[in-house]
């Protein structure tokens, strides 16, 4: 398993374990560039979270910043992290303001 597949695993266990619901596109050629590995909907609010393999986090490319983006201007959560306790650290900091 990669780094990156070893993260995007530790994030599914977190959200199972909060019971966020969420899906995972797939990346395949033909859909849209730049769509975050998760999609998630949690209390209500749009969770888009892209993971990076361990020492990655700032190495998104411009089509998935731009998608990033978008989401947090029509106001969903927009998140990278290449390691599930930044995700874990994220929802609880936000987990009382929803």
Same mark, same amino acid.
């Given at each position: 398993? /990669?780094?990156? +597949?070893?993260?995007? %695993?530790?994030?599914?266990? &977190? =959200?199972?374990?909060? +019971? *966020? @619901?969420?899906?995972?596109?797939? !990346?395949?050629?033909?859909?849209?560039? +730049? *769509?975050?590995?998760?999609?998630?909907? @949690?209390?209500?609010?749009?969770? #888009?979270? &892209? /993971?990076? #393999?361990?020492?990655?986090?700032?190495?998104? /490319? #411009? %089509? !998935?910043?731009?998608? =990033?983006?978008? *989401?947090? /201007?029509?106001?969903?959560? #927009? =998140?990278?992290?290449?390691?599930a306790? !930044?995700?874990? &650290?994220? =929802? %609880?900091?936000?987990?009382?303001d929803?």
């Amino acid at each position: 398993m /990669t780094p990156e +597949g070893k993260v995007k %695993n530790a994030v599914k266990r &977190e =959200l199972k374990s909060r +019971g *966020i @619901w969420f899906f995972m596109p797939m !990346q395949n050629g033909f859909g849209v560039v +730049g *769509i975050p590995d998760f999609i998630c909907c @949690w209390r209500g609010q749009f969770i #888009a979270i &892209e /993971t990076k #393999a361990p020492g990655k986090r700032n190495s998104t /490319t #411009a %089509n !998935q910043d731009r998608k =990033l983006s978008e *989401i947090t /201007t029509h106001g969903g959560w #927009a =998140l990278v992290v290449d390691d599930a306790s !930044q995700l874990v &650290e994220y =929802l %609880n900091k936000v987990g009382g303001d929803v």
